[in-house]
């Protein structure tokens, strides 16, 4: 069975720093990879996703994350922080045989300070 | 307006008492989804239903049901509900003849159980 593991509860980085919020995930067969983000009092908005190709991926509010096949890996990456992408960050992944279920982590809180 | 609409956005009820959380999507797809967001536990499918007249247990869907009513409409009832029910509830809609599964997530209804 497909899972993700987002080792970190909380990430915290300085405004205008680069941040990075870590996902591995396991899938038999090739994954489609999916970051999450929830702002408070918000459901989930689609950040962005890795279906195949270019193993860097870019998304939206300045977002990218890096496929890494052979470390299972799919990180969370932007280069310079805002105060305003503090929020709940998770990573997901489907099989993509079968039910497009969607297998989540159990969540970032990524802490921005001025 | 939100294309994925959850009400009630917060209820407080107590022990025993049927509870009905209800969404309705404009997006026309064809798949809904109900999820359960736990802190430090991310999100856990209840239920979800490929079609009117296709509904499917998830891996936590003791002590729920729900009720597909039109292609845009899915209801989860809580039958008599549990303080271990008290959590934040995600419906969610994706498209089947997409290639991804991509998820687009209500603003969650918020149940406490006292």
């Known amino acids: 069975a497909q899972s993700v593991a987002q080792p970190e509860d909380q990430v915290n980085v300085a405004e205008g720093n680069p941040l990075t919020v870590k996902c591995t995930y396991s899938v038999s067969g090739n994954p489609y990879l999916f970051w999450y983000v929830q702002y408070p009092n918000r459901g989930l908005q689609f950040l962005l996703k890795y279906i195949t190709g270019d193993n860097l991926v870019k998304g939206s509010y300045g977002f990218e994350a890096e496929f890494n096949k052979s470390q299972t890996s799919f990180h969370l990456k932007k280069p310079s922080a805002l105060v305003s992408d503090s929020a709940l960050y998770f990573c997901a992944v489907r099989d993509f045989k079968g039910f497009q279920k969607l297998v989540f982590g159990t969540g970032t809180r990524l802490l921005v300070s001025p | 307006d939100a294309d994925v609409t959850q009400t009630p956005r917060n209820r407080i009820t107590k022990t025993g008492k049927r509870i009905m959380l209800e969404c309705s999507q404009t997006?026309?797809?064809?798949?809904m989804y109900w999820y359960r967001q736990d802190p430090g536990l991310g999100l856990r499918l209840i239920y979800y239903s490929f079609d009117v007249k296709d509904i499917n247990k998830g891996e936590i869907s003791d002590g729920y049901s729900v009720s597909r009513q039109a292609q845009a409409k899915f209801s989860l009832s809580l039958e008599s509900a549990i303080p271990n029910q008290t959590a934040l509830y995600f419906c969610?809609?994706?498209?089947?003849?997409?290639?991804?599964?991509?998820?687009?997530f209500g603003e969650g209804s918020r149940l406490t159980v006292l």
């Open positions: 969610a809609t994706s498209f089947s003849g997409g290639t991804t599964g991509e998820l687009f």
């Open positions: 997006k026309g797809h064809d798949r």
